[in-house]
């Protein structure tokens, strides 16, 4: 007998136990040949993830389905945790800007402006940034918002069968993001804005460019909704799924376009402006079911209201100086800096010491391209941040992700997942 | 712009009170920790904080009590924000330190409440299901507490070794 190999006994025993542990049917199963009569189930258990092909970024799905029918969900995130918070507080504050690039990736340039809003807070010149560096951050902010929607509802399009959509949509962000690339010089990750200010002022020919861009996006948006919003598939797949009441997305904390799409008309923009968002006309588009084809159309039409502020702003926008000068904040143009021994010291004192913060804390918000991006700054009067804690507005809309899917079927999480738009960078931190 | 609601809440709760500033123009009520829920509860009611905006911890190490529990709050209704920062004691190498949870006012603190266990530490008397969130089962110690080194790796190293 070869050792391990199961007894002839053995096999049988194990056959017979087989046969008992399948599963009872109910009395008269069968007899009346009732073809409506259910079939018994038992709740099995799948991995989705860490690595799936239809996921955004790196998560994992602990699914139990019955059928097709998903009982329980357990989300669990952290794959690509990058110790955000932990390295911030070993960093000069504008080292933090590479950092923050990594957040939300598809928009860095919201989570710069973000950064460097808490920290002028907490600086308290927060009314002194030139109305010139106020405007570019509103452009570049915008810019990123239709990139970070292009994205999500291209991909999102993509996951329900709509090739092409994702591809017209992706052209147009990389016309944005070659615009982004001319003016900060990184196509990803800018690190374009500092304290005080932006790094550099708009190249020559920024605004005839952007305009001739959005003229294209327009375009190609029109198309995009010919090719998906009377769409059998797309329709089927995205109305009345995961539906949300207002109450309950308050309860759970959503802001952003998923909120918006519930009703509920929350955006720093409008409710607590910030930059000059004040002067500038535009609609907050809210919708009525709180279903995932509410947050596409909510998208769609954000999208639409950024490129009217971008109108607007480029015909307002002063001349004027781009940062704020203040050898304290700003660090001193080259000229000065190789040619001047004063130049030279502000340039190394910066560099090594960083921008000197009084002793406080601050939370600072702004509209980001999911929703609330909260910084909250404690300093103890260095260079560094004493602490540095963002508030990921996709962290807080993945919690409420098992109450969406839970009733729902396996296949209705992937629009469901796309719609709540997690980006991994900014999830996990 | 809630500078109304901060008097109302000293008003309300003169012992829970341990301190309060407007400064960089954010409200903010330090609280005892044991007051916690009931205070919170009469912001959610009284004052319609409907909304949990944010919830972390900052660890000051070195000073007594070491930790503290910050929740950020808005009022869907009017607009208005509020700080509230709970100091948290912790002994040298005693127990975890422990806060009430607020997940039965506000789901949204859920994940949230998880994200300051698993870095600093903090238990939450309460919370359901309170696992770490970020980090992996197997990692020991907290990484935000100040405390923790920067350099230290821990690697999730799974090996086999049953075959050799």
């Known amino acids: ?429 | 712009m809630s500078k109304a609601d901060l008097d109302k809440l000293v008003a309300q709760f003169p012992s829970a009170i341990v301190s309060t500033h407007s400064n960089c123009g954010d409200d903010t009520a330090v609280i005892r920790s044991e007051t916690l829920l009931s205070v919170m509860r009469w912001l959610k009611g009284s004052l319609g904080f409907d909304f949990l905006v944010d919830l972390t911890a900052v660890d000051f190490l070195g000073r007594d009590p070491r930790f503290e529990v910050v929740y950020h709050l808005r009022s869907m209704q009017s607009g208005s924000r509020l700080r509230i920062k709970v100091p948290v004691a912790c002994s040298e190498d005693g127990p975890n330190p422990a806060v009430d949870s607020v997940i039965s006012i506000w789901p949204a603190a859920n994940w949230q409440e998880r994200e300051v266990w698993d870095m600093f530490g903090i238990k939450f008397t309460g919370h359901p299901d309170l696992r770490r969130v970020l980090m992996y089962e197997e990692f020991v110690g907290h990484p935000l507490r100040k405390d923790y080194p920067k350099e230290k790796r821990q690697p999730l190293i799974r090996r086999d070794y049953s075959m050799e």
């Open chain 1, 1 to 429: 007998m070869v050792f391990g190999m199961p007894t002839p006994d053995e096999i049988v025993s194990g056959a017979a136990r087989e046969l008992r542990s399948r599963p009872q049917f109910p009395p008269g199963f069968g007899e009346d040949a009732d073809d409506d009569a259910p079939l018994p189930t038992e709740p099995m258990t799948i991995n989705m993830g860490p690595s799936h092909p239809a996921m955004h970024g790196t998560v994992r799905i602990i699914l139990t389905v019955d059928g097709e029918t998903v009982k329980e969900a357990d989300v669990q995130v952290g794959y690509l945790h990058r110790c955000f918070e932990k390295e911030a507080e070993y960093a000069t504050y504008t080292q933090v800007f590479p950092y923050t690039d990594r957040l939300n990736y598809v928009s860095p340039l919201l989570n710069n402006v973000g950064f460097a809003m808490a920290a002028e807070k907490l600086l308290g010149i927060s009314d002194k940034i030139p109305e010139r560096a106020q405007y570019i951050r509103v452009l570049i902010g915008e810019i990123s918002r239709i990139t970070d929607h292009l994205t999500c509802v291209g991909a999102s399009g993509m996951e329900v069968g709509a090739f092409t959509p994702f591809l017209w949509m992706i052209k147009c962000r990389e016309w944005l993001w070659e615009l982004l690339e001319e003016l900060t010089g990184a196509r990803l990750t800018h690190s374009y804005v500092r304290i005080g200010g932006v790094a550099a002022d708009l190249t020559d020919n920024f605004a005839q460019r952007l305009r001739d861009v959005l003229a294209k996006c327009r375009e190609a948006m029109v198309d995009v909704e010919k090719l998906i919003v009377k769409n059998r598939i797309f329709r089927d797949r995205m109305d009345g799924v995961a539906v949300i009441s207002a109450e309950e997305a308050v309860a759970y904390g959503w802001t952003g376009p998923c909120l918006r799409s519930t009703g509920v008309p929350y955006d720093v923009r409008k409710d607590h402006p910030y930059l000059v968002y004040d002067r500038f006309d535009f609609d907050v588009p809210v919708g009525s079911t709180g279903d995932n084809y509410d947050r596409f159309a909510v998208r769609m039409e954000e999208m639409r209201q950024s490129m009217r502020i971008l109108e607007q702003a480029l015909d307002q926008i002063p001349a004027g100086p781009f940062k704020l000068d203040d050898p304290r904040i700003s660090l001193p143009p080259k000229s000065q800096v190789y040619n001047t021994i004063e130049g030279m010291i502000g340039h190394f004192k910066q560099i090594v010491d960083g921008v000197k913060i009084p002793p406080g804390e601050a939370y600072s918000y702004t509209e980001g391209g999911n929703g609330e991006l909260g910084f909250y700054l404690v300093s103890d009067g260095t260079g560094r941040p004493y602490r540095c804690h963002v508030r990921a507005p996709c962290f807080i809309l993945m919690q409420s992700v098992p109450k969406l899917i839970i009733g729902a079927g396996v296949a209705d999480i992937i629009p469901t997942f796309g719609m709540i738009n997690m980006i991994g960078g900014e999830c996990d931190r």
